[in-house]
């Protein structure tokens, strides 16, 4: 059985973020979506929130399961059974923190093997900030968050923003 896990803040999930899931759960025959939970970090939603948006965004895919970590990656990767990391893999400007990650993360444990999955061309300029940017000043965001997210996220940024 191949299992790969799929490490992010989802803070919240965009389509970027499903596109690249959906795509690693084709290839792999589980799959773990893995929250950081990064005390020290501000996130405009809480742990529980990021866990139930992205298990509604998944709920459609069998094969994925959503948790959350806390401490070093390859820890929990390790402990999952699992040898893969997947990573989605937009412009260049990813290429500098995606590389110094996959090799400090290769240095702690050879086993595991960081993979890449590059974007889709729709997704490539997506991210959570510019989502939580755009919907904070009203903007529309269908298309760019998992259709039952929408409103949901549209009205917190609006609240925050
Ligand atoms: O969605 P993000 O914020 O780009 O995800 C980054 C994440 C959570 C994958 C990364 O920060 C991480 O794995 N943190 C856990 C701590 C760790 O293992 N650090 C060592 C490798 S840099």
Sequence with gaps: MTLAVCPGSFDPVTMGHLDIIT?????FDNVIV???????????FSLEERLEM??????HLPNVQVDHFEGLLVDYVRAC???????????VSDFEFELTMALMNRKLDPSIETMYIMTSMEYSFLSSSI???VAGSGGDIHGLVPEPLVERVSARCRRKG
């Design 81 to 91: 059974g699992a040898h893969v990391v997947i990573r989605g893999l937009r412009a």
């Design 23 to 27: 795509r690693a759960a084709s290839i």
């Design 34 to 44: 893995a929250i950081l939970e990064n005390q020290a970090k501000d996130h405009m």
């Design 54 to 59: 992205l298990r509604v965004a998944c709920a």
């Design 131 to 133: 989502v939580k940017e």
